[in-house]
């Protein structure tokens, strides 16, 4: 498959059932679809938030020139999820004691979501994507998100070449109209490992 662009077709999730818009080709929506659901695709694989990562919605992936800097290009992810308590023994609970979705949790969705973005567009120049490791997070809390409430999350890649990448992540309320955080993610290609004998 080619990650040139579908504009005239669209994606629909085969885990949500939700028609995933942008400018992105069908190739690289079906790539991100399949690693926000890999807890649905690999039910025994035990990953860290899992649960979470189950119940967030791919709404938008979009491919286009950066506003700033034209000759650039930009990836654009789009995530929706409603904050949750987990519904079983097993999930991972969103909240901290005041009923808001807790730090760790943000801190989750700017690292994890980010990397979205950054995946979207090494796929849309590469035809693929390379794993890379988190090098700084850096967070800004703004309001809270609480239990029922309705979250998006919109990652933009920032920038991307050589070992390093950085993506950019706000979080929105869009119950309250309002944000929530807002952060940057340095990733950076893991070094290879020396074999000692």
Known sequence: MSSSSDSHTTFTSPYTHNVVGGSASNY????????????????????FASTIMDSMILADVCIGSMAEEP??????????????????V?????????????GGCIAYFVDFCS??????????????????????????????????????????????????????TEIWNDSHKRIVASGTHIK?????????L
């Open 71 to 88: 000759a650039r290009l930009e990836g654009k992810v789009v995530i929706q999820l409603v904050v949750n308590e987990g519904s079983s």
């Open 188 to 196: 950076m290609l893991p070094s290879k490992s020396k074999v000692k």
């Open 28 to 47: 690289i929506k079906k790539v991100l679809d399949d690693l926000v659901h890999i807890p649905s695709r690999r039910p025994p694989q035990k990953l």
């Open 115 to 168: 990397s979205l973005a950054l995946v979207a567009l090494d796929v849309h120049q590469n035809n693929d994507y390379t794993l890379s490791v988190s090098q700084a997070l850096n967070i800004v809390f703004h309001s809270p998100a609480a239990l029922g409430e309705t979250i998006r999350i919109v990652n933009m890649s920032v920038s991307s070449g050589g070992r390093s990448a950085t993506g950019r």
């Open 90 to 102: 097993y999930s991972e609970h969103m909240l901290n004691l005041a009923n808001t979705v807790h």
